[in-house]
């Protein structure tokens, strides 16, 4: 069993960063992929990106390569998501996921964060 806990959210403007962190309970942090969705009103829950068990693969969703970045600290029990020159339309409710396989599929994970908002002004 594992607990989630984001935090980080927030409202920035457009084109400004945010640090979305996840904190996992347990000692067991280090066997599980790790990833974040997001949801924004109306929407279907999206894949963001994830990150393997060591750290080594990253993956992400096409819309934000090269302006977020997943990390891991498996000392800390923690997964990082960096959000750099934000738009409009990432505005969502973001959560963090933990599971046995990597990747996009949400099936993958079957432990979820209740998620942190972050508000992007035009």
């Known amino acids: 069993q594992v607990q989630l806990v984001e935090s980080g959210g927030g409202l920035v403007q457009a084109g400004g960063s945010l640090r979305l962190s996840c904190a996992a309970s347990?000692?067991?942090?280090?066997?599980?992929?790790m990833a974040w969705f997001r949801q924004a009103p109306g929407k279907e829950r999206e894949f963001v990106a994830a990150?393997?068990?060591?750290?080594?693969?990253?993956y992400y969703k096409d819309s934000v390569k090269g302006r977020f970045a997943i990390s891991r600290d498996n000392a800390k029990n923690t997964v990082y998501l960096r959000l750099n020159s934000l738009r409009p339309e990432d505005t969502a409710v973001y959560s963090c996921?933990?599971?046995?396989?990597?990747?996009?599929?949400?099936?993958?994970?079957?432990?979820w964060g209740q998620g942190t908002q972050v508000t992007v002004s035009s």
């Open positions: 996921a933990a599971g046995g396989r990597v990747g996009a599929v949400i099936d993958n994970y079957d432990y």
């Open positions: 347990g000692r067991t942090f280090s066997s599980y992929a």
């Open positions: 990150i393997s068990r060591s750290g080594v693969s990253t």
